[in-house]
């Protein structure tokens, strides 16, 4: 199946349980645990002991990377001639300027090559031509560093099911203060909203922006995270519990996802955390981040749409999330095996379709 090892945290289980939510620390210390107690009770022979421990590990690690898949396949729509175009997601990426119109390409027609039917990018006036240049297929408004851009987002709200916030947003005060208007009337309206890249800058110098919003999930780096950790918590970072650290920050911002990207992905709706494993690459190349976006943009949209039903009672952003973490490192795996280090973004893009088949569709 390919898909890595996924781990499932509850609140209130103490350190240890969230400590247990990490998925290659885990797979250690497991199998040691396990180890030390058949070699003290059964006496067998190292070679079989080791044999054992292993087999246990990875047959609950199937189990469970069954599970979450079947979870993710729950949410996904089935193709059908009776839709309408729009009706498999209308998607909104708000990013992109002067210096940055690759990252919100990359979102956008990640998006689209993960299912949804039309994508809107709100970008710049100077990054409009470019990121038009790229594809067709995207709808681009250059009108993000208009001084009434929150009202002129605002007016194609009603057609979007999602928005992606940050893609090649920059810094520049005019941009960022625009993007908060848009965010305050995205809440008003109940849109779920992916938050990465700049918009994360936003979000750690107006943690009110997002505060106790539930449809919202923040995508950060190990920077971004840390940045953010300073700017809610105020205090120090355990080093050595990394998923105890999602579920905190996810809990101070009143239970908003968080998806930590790294090593491993962490994620936390400040209930649980999940663990994404699924091997990818050692290629680290920029824009990996803006596929993940997109593909979560989506993704979330349809795991709202299916309910809590669909996806075993955990939070529906939850699945989508690591729906949206398994794809990217699939892709980045499959890319990688053709093109090496020489491998781009546009390469792992290329992969969408058929990493998405292989792992939410056979």
Same mark, same amino acid.
């Given at each position: ?40 009770? /059964? ?10 421990? @292993? /087999? ?30 729009? #009706?498999? *997601? ?15 390409? @990359?979102?956008? =027609? ?20 470019? =990121?038009?240049?790229? %594809? ?14 929150? #009202? ?20 520049? +005060? ?7 208007? =848009? ?11 992916? =938050? +990465? ?13 997002? #505060? ?13 995270? %840390? ?13 050595? +519990?990394?998923? *105890? ?49 997109? %593909? ?16 075993? /009672? ?21 890319? @990688? ?9 546009? +390469? ?8 998405? /088949? ?5």
């Amino acid at each position: 199946m390919g898909v890595g090892g996924v781990t499932l945290a509850a609140r209130g289980r103490g350190k240890l349980h969230a400590a247990c939510a990490r998925g290659a620390v885990v797979a250690g210390a497991g199998a040691v645990a396990l180890l030390a107690v058949a070699i003290t009770f /059964s006496g067998s022979p190292l070679p079989a002991v080791l044999q054992r421990t @292993f /087999s246990l590990y990875e047959t609950h690690s199937l189990k469970d990377m069954e599970h979450y898949v079947n979870l993710v396949r729950n949410i996904v729509p089935a193709p059908s001639a009776k839709k309408h175009k729009g #009706q498999d *997601g209308r998607i909104g990426v708000v990013g992109g300027c002067q210096e940055y119109t690759g990252a919100p390409y @990359f979102a956008a =027609i990640s998006a689209l090559k993960v299912g949804a039917d039309l994508v809107h990018v709100f970008c710049a006036r100077e990054a409009a031509p470019v =990121i038009k240049s790229y %594809s067709p297929e995207l709808i681009v408004h250059p009108i993000l560093d208009s001084r009434d851009a929150a #009202q002129e987002v605002e007016k194609w709200l009603p057609r979007l099911h999602s928005l992606v916030v940050g893609p090649g947003l920059g810094r520049d +005060d005019l941009l960022l203060n625009s993007v908060g208007g =848009i965010l305050e009337v995205s809440k008003a309206r109940g849109l779920p909203v992916v =938050i +990465d890249a700049d918009g994360l800058w936003l979000v750690a110098q107006q943690p009110t922006l997002i #505060q106790g919003y539930q449809k919202a999930v923040l995508t950060p780096n190990h920077i971004e995270f %840390s940045r953010l950790w300073e700017a809610v918590i105020k205090g120090p970072m355990d080093t050595k +519990d990394d998923s *105890g650290c999602v579920l905190r920050l996810s809990q101070a911002l009143g239970n908003v996802t968080v998806v930590r990207k790294g090593e491993q992905d962490l994620m936390s709706d400040g209930q649980q955390v999940l663990v994404c494993n699924q091997k990818g690459s050692s290629r680290r190349c920029g824009g990996q981040g803006d596929l993940l976006s997109g %593909s979560l943009g989506v993704m979330a949209h349809w795991a709202l749409l299916a309910g809590p039903e669909r996806t075993d /009672s955990i939070s529906p952003l939850l699945v989508a999330a690591w729906g949206a973490c398994t794809l990217t490192r699939e892709c980045n795996q499959q890319a @990688f095996q053709k093109h090496g280090r020489s491998t781009t973004t546009s +390469d792992m893009i290329t992969e969408v379709g058929a990493a998405f /088949s292989k792992l939410f569709e056979t």
